[in-house]
């Protein structure tokens, strides 16, 4: 019975005949669970790195972050500047004859503008005030989604130039909201203007330019 056993085989014991043999349907099971997409437990789960720490890609998130510092770093620049210039101004060219920088061609003469940049519309103090602040406000909302270092640039320039003018309008008589700018930027045949108006200006061609080579905020490219 022992010897038939022997050359038979026992059924219920798999490689009874201890051959090494893989029994007929092993390799069908090994695949199918590899294709089972079980989530791997264990040292694989902690990433091909080996550091136990799980792989993360580089998003955008970081290189956003950067553009909007970018963009507060420009508009801190600007208006820091713009409101530097306009106090030694009021402290030392109010009242006073103008300065000639180039002949006739451009001087430093202090003026108070109730109207828009290069003393438009002064009848419409409050209505400006209250663009300035809308500018602010959609700028800030749009540098969430800012991820072109061009658009950073011009963006921080608008809204420099946008909070030194308003400033103004705040602070300056005659009253909260209606104050008038300083404008010092004398040139020949032109308006007299500051250093705000000139980063509005600054920002906004840059913003043209940008958009007529189909340029996005978000660092996308489109072609009409």
């Known amino acids: 019975m022992a010897e038939a056993e022997r050359i038979i ?12 043999r893989e029994r007929p349907g092993s390799e069908d099971t090994g695949a199918r669970a590899g294709e089972s997409g079980t989530a791997p437990t264990g040292p694989a789960a902690a990433g091909a790195s080996g550091t136990g720490e799980p792989e993360t890609a580089a998003g955008p998130a970081p290189r956003g972050r950067r ?45 108070r503008n109730a109207g828009a940049a290069f ?70 045949h032109f308006a007299v203007f500051n250093l705000a108006d000139s980063a509005i200006v600054c920002g906004g061609i840059l913003i043209v330019l940008l958009s007529f080579k189909g340029l996005d905020p978000d660092g996308t490219v489109h072609k009409d």
């Not at 600007?78 to 009242?95: G, M, N, P, T």
């Not at 419409?124 to 991820?147: E, H, M, S």
């Open 119 to 188: 003393g438009f519309g002064e009848a419409f103090t409050v209505i400006f005030t209250v663009i300035a602040a809308a500018v602010i406000v959609v700028i800030a909302r749009l540098a969430r989604k800012l991820y072109s270092l061009p658009w950073a640039i011009a963006l921080g320039l608008l809204l420099g130039g946008a909070l030194g003018n308003l400033t103004d309008r705040i602070f300056r008589a005659p009253g909260v909201f209606e104050g008038a700018v300083v404008d010092f930027i004398a040139p020949k």
């Open 67 to 111: 553009r909007i510092a970018v963009l507060f770093a420009v508009a801190l620049f600007a208006y820091a500047l713009d409101l530097v210039s306009k106090l030694i101004v009021v402290a030392k060219l109010e009242h006073h004859p103008p300065i000639e920088i180039i002949g006739d061609w451009l001087k430093f003469e202090a003026i």
């Open 9 to 20: 085989g026992t059924p219920d014991t798999p490689d009874a005949a201890g051959d090494g």
